[in-house]
């Protein structure tokens, strides 16, 4: 089954070239079955960008999946219009009194900030209350990732002293686990981060399990059992020139930028890069859908009551 996305969303005809199926709203209705309700929350600055990697991801399901596009109800972004965010995404106020098979939040470049200081901190911490009783299953990314075992597990962010950039090996620590179902045993994931979150700081009796880390790189995968969430602290989700995009952009900055490791072939910027996480990236976002479908209520309604 395809995606349910707006039409005009650029991500539609991008996705549409690529061979994946979208569903128009007319079509959707047509179909005599529940699609799955997925919430994105999405927090980057390039919001485009975030939209296309992602929506590519769910709509590889064999399941309808309809796409619901969220923002902080008060923040104004920077990098992206007022057409297309008053056009595509909706206020989490105004979403806040429905239920969501999974909800996804992105992360975002404030992740130097402490916490409190993130001008919708507030907000996002009733965000992730929210989930617990209106989402049956949650997916947070980097920052966001950070900022929600924080909030309900307590576990600080550390500043590293420089960016942990690059594409570094990881090791798959349960293979058993549903959501590593076809995990290769060692796997590489992009990484871009000023910060980290540690596994000596993940405590006991949380119902917290590591699925997937890097002896170079540190923590990545972490399965939030109590909370229903899974929490991603790097991209799998980035395309193929997601970090050469980002290596040029920071070259431009005061701080400027090193080039990102294990990633142009040879060390050379001028070679393209190849992506050797894409499968991945399918196969864990389609386990998620996947454990997502087999344990929601059939009935919207009951997400969050049990």
Same mark, same amino acid.
């Given at each position: 089954m395809p995606?349910?996305?707006?039409?005009?969303?650029p991500?539609s005809?991008?996705?549409?070239q690529?061979?994946v199926m979208?569903?128009?709203?007319?079509d959707?209705?047509r179909q005599?079955?529940?699609?799955?309700r997925?919430?994105?929350?999405?927090?980057? =600055?390039?919001k485009i960008?975030t939209e296309?990697?992602l929506a590519r991801l769910i709509g590889?399901?064999? *399941?309808q @999946?309809e /796409?619901t596009?969220?923002r902080i109800?008060?923040?104004?972004?920077?990098?992206?219009?007022a057409d297309?965010?008053?056009?595509f995404?909706?206020?989490?106020?105004?979403v806040r009194?429905e239920?969501f098979?999974?909800f996804?939040i992105t992360?975002?470049?404030?992740?130097?900030m402490p916490f409190?200081?993130v001008?919708y901190?507030?907000?996002?911490?009733?965000?992730?209350?929210?989930?617990q009783?209106?989402?049956?299953?949650?997916?947070?990314i980097?920052w966001?990732?950070?900022?929600?075992?924080?909030?309900?597990?307590?576990?600080?962010k550390?500043?590293?002293?420089?960016?942990r950039?690059?594409?570094y090996r990881?090791?798959?620590?349960?293979?058993?686990?549903?959501?590593?179902?076809?995990?290769?045993?060692?796997?590489?994931v =992009?990484v871009s981060?000023?910060?980290e979150?540690?596994r000596?700081?993940?405590p006991?009796?949380?119902g *917290?399990? @590591?699925? /997937?880390d890097?002896?170079?790189?540190?923590l990545?995968?972490?399965?939030?059992?109590?909370?229903?969430?899974l929490?991603?602290?790097?991209?799998?989700e980035?395309?193929?020139?997601?970090?050469?995009?980002?290596?040029?952009?920071?070259l431009?900055t005061?701080e400027?930028?090193?080039l990102?490791r294990h990633?142009?072939?040879?060390?050379?910027p001028d070679?393209p890069p190849?992506?050797?996480w894409?499968?991945?990236a399918?196969?864990?976002?389609?386990?998620w859908i996947?454990?997502?479908y087999?344990?929601t209520?059939?009935?919207?309604?009951?997400i969050g009551?049990?």
């Amino acid at each position: 089954m395809p995606i349910k996305i707006p039409d005009d969303l650029p991500a539609s005809r991008v996705l549409e070239q690529e061979g994946v199926m979208v569903m128009s709203e007319a079509d959707a209705v047509r179909q005599d079955i529940r699609p799955l309700r997925i919430g994105l929350l999405n927090l980057m =600055p390039n919001k485009i960008n975030t939209e296309t990697q992602l929506a590519r991801l769910i709509g590889a399901t064999p *399941l309808q @999946v309809e /796409l619901t596009l969220v923002r902080i109800s008060n923040h104004v972004p920077r990098n992206t219009s007022a057409d297309h965010m008053a056009t595509f995404y909706r206020p989490w106020e105004d979403v806040r009194t429905e239920r969501f098979d999974g909800f996804i939040i992105t992360g975002a470049p404030v992740e130097r900030m402490p916490f409190e200081e993130v001008t919708y901190w507030d907000e996002l911490r009733q965000v992730f209350d929210w989930t617990q009783t209106h989402v049956h299953r949650g997916f947070n990314i980097c920052w966001a990732a950070q900022a929600a075992v924080y909030h309900f597990h307590g576990m600080p962010k550390y500043e590293l002293p420089e960016k942990r950039f690059g594409l570094y090996r990881h090791r798959n620590l349960a293979p058993t686990s549903p959501f590593m179902r076809g995990f290769s045993d060692d796997i590489a994931v =992009p990484v871009s981060r000023w910060t980290e979150v540690r596994r000596a700081d993940v405590p006991e009796g949380h119902g *917290l399990e @590591v699925l /997937l880390d890097s002896p170079d790189a540190g923590l990545c995968l972490l399965r939030d059992g109590e909370r229903r969430a899974l929490q991603m602290f790097n991209h799998l989700e980035y395309d193929t020139t997601t970090l050469a995009d980002e290596y040029r952009r920071d070259l431009e900055t005061p701080e400027g930028s090193r080039l990102p490791r294990h990633y142009f072939p040879g060390d050379d910027p001028d070679l393209p890069p190849v992506n050797i996480w894409r499968s991945h990236a399918h196969l864990l976002f389609g386990n998620w859908i996947n454990e997502m479908y087999q344990t929601t209520p059939f009935e919207v309604g009951d997400i969050g009551r049990s």
